[in-house]
């Protein structure tokens, strides 16, 4: 069987023209796969959609491609396509150009071209959606958005769950419906634009809930309609109040999506006057319905009042209203932060005294569970004042409820302001070392605590780079791997000896776990020790230890490989 000139040039340019190919084998089980196949220098373009395959990546997608790619030529380059083609020979190797391709048109009846063009427009759902835009502009009827709204509904809502596996090609279907809308408005179609955005919109708010959105595709979707939509308004210029209602709506909906957060200040310039006094008119009467909460109060409509509660800031703040910026605040004082919320205003309009009032009182109502952001901030309130002793002690006390690295730093720190780190660091130690002995003759501890060791003394000597001391509280009371790894680096330089025998240990859990990675881990301290024993000239000594391991760990293969380079 003789091959049309059309399959030849197809097959002598597929390894050129499928550059995206590792792509499609990486994405195969994911996307719909758009292949386009160009035969250069004769100018034909073949394009087809290779729709959504239920195949693992292991297939081969190019042979997929490619005989897909056969059977459209077999099926639809005519004769008129092989004497483009044959015309090359006939006239000594002139290649078809555009201008011979407009001219061969011009010659065409007017009935030849307009199936042909229809023919295209069945196919090409991009030609006929432009065309159907320019009808429409040019039609008093303008355009059929039921039609819109039904691609963004089907869009969305595709029947049942999508799966992690499944967003790429769900996000790229509403991402297409997007695009149309961008296009509609490109078109000179805002009202119907902002119409379909806030229904997008709203589709999402729906939808959110049946997907699996990891990797935050409902965020850039979210995002993508709201820019769309504000620069729609400023173009269609919708009425004031009733575009304020709608916002609103949209903002307080408690919906995951956080649709139009800050619209007031967002839209300042669509709104006005008349749309900026209703905004705030609906915000104050659901304000009025919020009620106060207090100590222990969970109750309530957390996504709803947390959506009013920002929108009555965002007003007294424009308004630069402190006093009532501070009674929104007031509503809700149910938790230590809230009060620490307050005091912090009150410090940024320079109103020291109360703030140093709400602190104070923040800390009392909470005593059961006291929060050391709260505590922090009255000691800096306190040594404004100069009363360092008690800025001293809630420093102090921080440390003595959770005897950890952060706590220590920030008691020695400020310790260091008043000119008391010697006895600060003394009383600190003194009180760990109490701490871990209390710990080691508990009879009962919680599991996830593990044994008690000396792993806290070991930071805070390491981060003050007293690298001896570390290395004496690690010999006497253990401490984590993490630290004992650090240590023997530390001491690779002077004590070497020491920094071998860490990592020879060491190195035997690492093997233990039995993964790969955990393989190239423990290989990678067997280089060190290697390195560290040939400089104190134990080569012989290495090549014993490193036969020991091979002898104990024969069975583990791919140890063994990675051993082979020792």
């Given at each position: 069987?003789?091959e049309?000139?059309?399959?030849?040039?197809?097959?002598?340019?597929?390894?050129?023209?499928?550059?995206?190919?590792?792509?499609?084998?990486?994405?195969?089980?994911?996307?719909?796969?758009?292949?386009?196949f160009?035969?250069?220098?004769?100018?034909?373009?073949?394009?087809?959609?290779?729709?959504?395959?239920?195949?693992?990546p292991?297939?081969?997608?190019?042979?997929?491609?490619?005989a897909?790619?056969?059977?459209?030529?077999?099926?639809?380059?005519?004769?008129?396509?092989?004497?483009?083609?044959?015309?090359?020979?006939?006239?000594?190797?002139?290649?078809?150009?555009?201008?011979?391709?407009?001219?061969?048109?011009?010659?065409?009846?007017?009935?030849?071209?307009?199936?042909?063009?229809?023919?295209?427009?069945?196919?090409?759902?991009?030609?006929?959606?432009?065309?159907?835009?320019?009808?429409?502009?040019?039609?008093?009827?303008?355009?059929?958005?039921?039609?819109?709204?039904?691609?963004?509904?089907?869009?969305?809502?595709?029947?049942?769950?999508?799966?992690?596996?499944?967003?790429?090609?769900?996000?790229?279907?509403?991402?297409?419906?997007?695009?149309?809308?961008?296009?509609?408005?490109?078109?000179?179609?805002?009202?119907?634009?902002?119409?379909?955005?806030e229904?997008?919109?709203?589709?999402?708010?729906?939808?959110?809930?049946?997907?699996?959105?990891?990797?935050?595709?409902?965020?850039?979707?979210?995002?993508?309609?709201?820019?769309?939509?504000?620069?729609?308004?400023?173009?269609?210029?919708?009425?004031?109040?009733?575009?304020?209602?709608?916002?609103?709506?949209?903002?307080?909906?408690?919906?995951?999506?956080?649709i139009?957060?800050?619209?007031?200040?967002t839209?300042?310039?669509?709104?006005?006057?008349?749309?900026?006094?209703?905004?705030?008119?609906?915000?104050?009467?659901?304000?009025?319905?919020v009620?106060?909460?207090?100590?222990?109060?969970?109750?309530?409509?957390?996504?709803?009042?947390?959506?009013?509660?920002?929108?009555?800031?965002?007003?007294?703040?424009?308004?630069?209203?402190?006093?009532?910026?501070?009674?929104?605040?007031?509503?809700?004082?149910?938790?230590?932060?809230?009060?620490?919320?307050?005091?912090?205003i009150?410090?940024?309009?320079?109103?020291?005294?109360?703030?140093?009032?709400?602190?104070e009182?923040?800390?009392?109502?909470?005593?059961?569970?006291?929060?050391?952001?709260?505590?922090?901030?009255?000691?800096?309130?306190?040594?404004?004042?100069?009363?360092?002793?008690?800025?001293?002690?809630?420093?102090?006390?921080?440390?003595?409820?959770?005897?950890?690295?952060?706590?220590?730093?920030?008691?020695?720190?400020?310790?260091?302001?008043?000119?008391?780190?010697?006895?600060?660091?003394?009383?600190?130690?003194?009180?760990?070392?109490?701490?871990?002995?209390?710990?080691?003759k508990?009879?009962?501890?919680?599991?996830?605590?593990?044994?008690?060791?000396?792993?806290?003394?070991?930071?805070?000597?390491?981060?003050?780079?007293?690298?001896?001391?570390?290395?004496?509280?690690?010999?006497?009371?253990?401490?984590r791997?993490?630290?004992?790894?650090?240590?023997?680096?530390?001491?690779?330089?002077?004590?070497?000896?020491?920094?071998?025998?860490?990592?020879?240990?060491?190195?035997?859990?690492?093997?233990?776990?039995?993964?790969?990675?955990?393989?190239?881990?423990?290989?990678?301290?067997?280089?060190?020790?290697?390195?560290?024993?040939?400089?104190?000239?134990?080569?012989?000594?290495?090549?014993?230890?490193?036969?020991?391991?091979?002898?104990?760990?024969?069975?583990?293969?791919?140890?063994?490989?990675?051993?082979?380079?020792f």
């Amino acid at each position: 069987m003789v091959e049309s000139p059309v399959k030849k040039a197809f097959l002598s340019t597929i390894q050129a023209d499928l550059a995206c190919t590792p792509f499609l084998m990486r994405r195969l089980h994911e996307y719909i796969i758009p292949g386009i196949f160009r035969i250069p220098r004769e100018g034909i373009v073949i394009h087809f959609q290779l729709i959504r395959m239920y195949a693992s990546p292991n297939h081969q997608i190019l042979e997929h491609c490619v005989a897909l790619g056969l059977a459209w030529i077999d099926m639809t380059v005519t004769t008129a396509s092989d004497e483009i083609l044959s015309t090359k020979k006939a006239n000594k190797g002139k290649v078809p150009t555009l201008k011979d391709i407009r001219k061969w048109l011009a010659d065409q009846d007017h009935g030849v071209l307009l199936d042909m063009l229809m023919e295209q427009v069945q196919e090409d759902g991009r030609l006929r959606e432009t065309l159907l835009l320019k009808i429409a502009s040019e039609n008093a009827r303008g355009i059929d958005i039921t039609a819109y709204r039904a691609g963004i509904r089907n869009a969305f809502h595709p029947g049942g769950f999508v799966d992690y596996y499944g967003m790429g090609d769900y996000a790229a279907g509403i991402n297409e419906e997007i695009a149309k809308i961008d296009r509609l408005f490109a078109a000179g179609f805002a009202e119907e634009t902002v119409i379909l955005c806030e229904y997008a919109l709203d589709q999402a708010s729906q939808a959110i809930g049946e997907v699996d959105d990891s990797d935050g595709d409902f965020s850039y979707i979210g995002e993508r309609l709201q820019e769309l939509h504000l620069a729609a308004c400023r173009e269609a210029k919708p009425a004031p109040v009733a575009l304020a209602k709608r916002l609103f709506d949209f903002e307080t909906s408690g919906s995951d999506l956080d649709i139009f957060s800050g619209a007031a200040e967002t839209y300042q310039p669509v709104l006005g006057k008349e749309g900026l006094a209703e905004y705030r008119r609906l915000a104050e009467a659901e304000w009025a319905k919020v009620p106060a909460k207090i100590k222990g109060d969970d109750s309530g409509d957390f996504g709803r009042r947390y959506a009013i509660t920002r929108i009555m800031e965002s007003l007294a703040k424009a308004d630069g209203d402190i006093d009532g910026l501070i009674a929104i605040k007031k509503r809700d004082l149910s938790s230590p932060r809230r009060f620490l919320d307050i005091a912090r205003i009150f410090k940024d309009a320079k109103r020291y005294d109360e703030a140093l009032a709400w602190a104070e009182k923040g800390l009392l109502s909470f005593k059961e569970r006291p929060d050391n952001d709260l505590r922090d901030f009255l000691a800096g309130e306190y040594h404004r004042r100069k009363r360092h002793d008690e800025a001293y002690g809630l420093y102090r006390i921080q440390f003595c409820e959770h005897p950890v690295l952060e706590c220590y730093k920030k008691y020695i720190g400020y310790a260091k302001e008043v000119k008391r780190e010697e006895m600060a660091r003394g009383d600190a130690l003194a009180w760990l070392r109490q701490e871990i002995e209390r710990e080691k003759k508990a009879s009962k501890r919680p599991y996830w605590q593990g044994k008690p060791d000396h792993s806290r003394l070991v930071e805070i000597f390491l981060w003050e780079k007293d690298v001896e001391a570390a290395w004496q509280e690690a010999q006497a009371g253990d401490c984590r791997d993490g630290l004992w790894r650090e240590l023997a680096r530390l001491r690779e330089k002077y004590h070497p000896t020491d920094a071998v025998g860490v990592y020879q240990r060491l190195v035997e859990p690492v093997i233990e776990r039995k993964k790969n990675d955990a393989y190239e881990e423990a290989a990678g301290m067997i280089g060190k020790i290697q390195a560290l024993m040939n400089v104190q000239g134990k080569a012989k000594e290495f090549k014993l230890y490193l036969a020991d391991v091979r002898l104990r760990h024969k069975p583990k293969r791919n140890l063994m490989k990675l051993l082979e380079k020792f």
